[in-house]
């Protein structure tokens, strides 16, 4: 009988042993990564970038795909057995020349980290009119993925894991009016809109991958001080929020509920290479353990069952085809 996480089947914490403030550097305690390569996009800054610097420290060579190379050169100076390559998520055809420059190499790929993402911007639209949250945080690492398909097939024993968020819960996936071209536009239901596509993504991948010894993940970083993911954001938002004063100043009690960037990374460095997920994917994880279903809508925390459902993860992975014109080429499932 498959076992897959369709309707939250396998949601459940499996007593993992960290916690929201475990850091990088006791989920990589023990773990050797000789031999490995890793992608990491988004790996120049923030949570990126201690994941690129935790996987090298454990001995993986890590590609860092970049838009801005200048300023990537700048941030992982320092860093040992890493490689800088130019992609842009809102350019697909830049996506399409990375991914073939690495299938070029001839080198197996054993982790996929697809972590690059914004929030928090105004209505804006790529050159195919997709609205930009959606295009960035979810069908770029789709597309990517597709085109890396045939490395994380050769590595045997391949994890592709894409950084979500909590902000899932702000919305489900629109099939109707995916791009805002109907709607009004509203900056966190489209971050949420994404978000959700990763898990559903993320759930099928794993579903159609495992065969091939692939397996995907999707996580929550957690609320992490100290990244640019808000570097767009209104100055007047967060005071709006209840998260600064007036003068801009973050609140205390905000700032001590916070994450540091190695506790922030930490999940996503578990789900990389943790031995307890060898046997289970397709799950949603958080503070470094598997996350709890969290049936009420209402509190935060947890994955949504809307997120994690099977007929609508099969409908999003034939809309995404059609979006990015790629066939994904796992086979089917039934």
Same mark, same amino acid.
């Given at each position: 009988?498959?076992?897959?996480?369709?309707?939250?089947?396998?949601?459940?914490?499996?007593?993992?042993?960290?916690?929201?403030?475990?850091?990088?550097?006791?989920?990589?305690?023990?773990?050797?990564?000789?031999?490995?390569?890793?992608?990491?996009?988004?790996?120049?800054?923030?949570?990126?970038?201690?994941?690129?610097?935790?996987?090298?420290?454990?001995?993986?060579?890590?590609?860092?795909?970049?838009?801005?190379?200048?300023?990537?050169?700048?941030?992982?100076?320092?860093?040992?057995?890493?490689?800088?390559?130019?992609?842009?998520?809102?350019?697909?055809?830049?996506?399409?020349?990375?991914?073939?420059?690495?299938?070029?190499?001839?080198?197996?790929?054993?982790?996929?980290?697809?972590?690059?993402?914004?929030?928090?911007?105004?209505?804006?639209?790529?050159?195919?009119?997709?609205?930009?949250?959606?295009?960035?945080?979810?069908?770029?690492?789709?597309?990517?993925?597709?085109?890396?398909?045939?490395?994380?097939?050769?590595?045997?024993?391949?994890?592709?894991?894409?950084?979500?968020?909590?902000?899932?819960?702000?919305?489900?996936?629109?099939?109707e009016d995916p791009h805002f071209r109907q709607r009004d536009?509203?900056?966190? #239901? +489209?971050?949420?809109? *994404?978000?959700?596509?990763?898990?559903?993504?993320?759930?099928?991948?794993?579903?159609? &991958? /495992?065969?091939?010894?692939?397996?995907?993940?999707?996580?929550?970083?957690?609320?992490?001080?100290?990244?640019?993911?808000?570097?767009?954001?209104?100055?007047?938002?967060?005071?709006?929020?209840?998260?600064?004063?007036?003068?801009?100043?973050?609140?205390?009690?905000?700032?001590?509920?916070?994450?540091?960037?190695?506790?922030?990374?930490?999940?996503?460095?578990?789900?990389?290479?943790?031995?307890?997920?060898?046997?289970?994917?397709?799950?949603?994880?958080?503070?470094?353990?598997?996350?709890? #279903? +969290?049936?009420?809508? *209402?509190?935060?925390?947890?994955?949504?069952?809307?997120?994690?459902?099977?007929?609508? &993860? /099969?409908?999003?992975?034939?809309?995404?085809?059609?979006?990015?014109?790629?066939?994904?080429?796992?086979?089917?499932?039934?």
């Amino acid at each position: 009988m498959e076992h897959t996480n369709y309707q939250g089947a396998q949601q459940r914490p499996i007593g993992s042993g960290f916690n929201a403030k475990s850091t990088t550097s006791e989920v990589i305690r023990g773990i050797d990564l000789s031999g490995k390569t890793a992608i990491v996009t988004g790996g120049n800054t923030g949570i990126g970038l201690e994941t690129v610097s935790t996987l090298s420290s454990a001995g993986a060579s890590v590609i860092v795909p970049a838009r801005d190379i200048e300023k990537a050169k700048r941030n992982l100076d320092g860093i040992a057995n890493v490689e800088i390559e130019v992609m842009d998520l809102m350019e697909p055809a830049s996506i399409v020349a990375f991914a073939e420059k690495f299938l070029a190499s001839q080198r197996p790929l054993h982790l996929l980290i697809n972590n690059a993402g914004i929030m928090w911007v105004p209505l804006r639209r790529d050159k195919r009119g997709f609205e930009s949250q959606l295009a960035t945080n979810y069908l770029a690492p789709f597309q990517l993925t597709a085109r890396l398909w045939p490395a994380l097939k050769n590595a045997q024993g391949a994890r592709v894991v894409n950084v979500s968020s909590g902000g899932h819960q702000f919305a489900d996936f629109d099939f109707e009016d995916p791009h805002f071209r109907q709607r009004d536009y509203e900056t966190l #239901l +489209g971050y949420g809109q *994404s978000k959700t596509a990763m898990n559903l993504f993320s759930l099928e991948l794993d579903a159609r &991958a /495992k065969k091939y010894g692939v397996r995907a993940y999707a996580l929550c970083p957690g609320a992490v001080g100290g990244t640019e993911l808000s570097r767009e954001a209104p100055t007047d938002l967060f005071q709006k929020l209840g998260y600064t004063d007036a003068e801009g100043n973050i609140l205390p009690e905000v700032a001590a509920s916070l994450k540091t960037i190695p506790q922030g990374a930490a999940t996503t460095v578990w789900c990389a290479t943790s031995p307890m997920l060898n046997e289970m994917g397709g799950v949603y994880c958080e503070n470094v353990d598997v996350a709890q #279903l +969290g049936e009420n809508t *209402s509190v935060i925390g947890g994955v949504k069952p809307y997120s994690l459902d099977r007929e609508n &993860a /099969k409908r999003l992975w034939k809309w995404s085809e059609e979006m990015t014109g790629l066939t994904f080429d796992t086979g089917s499932i039934s």
